[in-house]
Structure formats: C-alpha cells, structure tokens
C-alpha cells in the first residue's frame, strides 16, 4: 500500500484524504472489490465523499497501470485489483460473477507480431475470459 502511494507522489500526484483511503480499501477489501464496495468503505473514513470522486480516483491508478479495472458484465459493475504481479489475465463467471486469475498469457509472441505487421506497436494489451466457473458449470 506504501508503494502504491509512493509511485502516486513520484508522478507528482498529491495523496489527498481520499486518495489514501480509496488505496487503504483497495487492500482492505479483500480480492476483487467493486467500486461500490470501495465507496462504502471510503466513507467510513470520510463521509463526505462521493461516488464520483470514488471513481474518478480509481480511474487514475488504472491510467497509471498500479491498479487493473477488470470488466465483469455482472450486474454489480467492474471489480478492481491492485497489480501486484506482472500482466496477467482473468477468469470471470458469467453465471456467479466470480473472478480468478490466470497466471500465464495465452497471448504468443507470434500473435503479437502478426498484429503488428500493419506497422502498429503494441505496448499492452488486455484480455478478459468470460465464462462458468466450476460450480456454475456442475450446476448445469
Ligand atoms: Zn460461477
Ligand atoms: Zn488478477
Ligand atoms: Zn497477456
């Protein structure tokens, strides 16, 4: 959490109240929060703020690559995680809405030179895999 906001303050960004506490959730939260569930815990540290400033913060740690915005479709909204590892994948249930991580691109460097023969140059890239998870699956 200390390193999240060192990277924060290095790129010049000042560590307002809300910021902090909108990192201190992101570790608190457990594995996956939503940004609702980001905002609730905000605000029993600073009440006054709002979703807006819940989201707009967490917008901007996804643009700075420190935490990953994962694109559920469920019905709670997106989930974020704090990128801890190199760049790796999700496993996302469409059934349950559960979140797993994949711990290896399925991505090859052969791909990625054939979508570059065009002339474009891939920096990154994101994937998200949509599925059931196990018990979804066995529930038929
Ligand atoms: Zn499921
Ligand atoms: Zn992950
Ligand atoms: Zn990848």
């Known amino acids: 959490m200390e390193q999240l906001i060192r990277v924060l303050r290095d790129k010049g960004f000042k ?39 819940i989201y707009r913060n967490l917008s901007l740690l996804v643009e700075l690559g420190i935490v990953s915005e994962i694109h559920t479709k469920g019905r709670e909204g997106n989930v974020f995680e704090i990128v801890e590892t190199d760049h790796h994948h999700h496993l996302i249930c469409v059934s349950c809405g559960t979140t797993q991580c994949l711990d290896f691109c399925p991505v090859s460097h052969g791909d990625l030179a054939k979508a570059e023969a065009g002339g474009f140059k891939i920096t990154s890239h994101s994937l998200e895999f949509y599925g059931y998870c196990r018990e979804c699956a066995s529930a038929g």
């Open 15 to 53: 560590i307002t109240p809300q910021r902090r506490a909108v990192i201190t959730a992101l570790a608190k939260c457990g594995k996956f929060p939503t940004a609702q569930r980001i905002w609730d815990y905000v605000r029993t540290i600073t009440p006054d703020v709002s979703f807006d400033t």
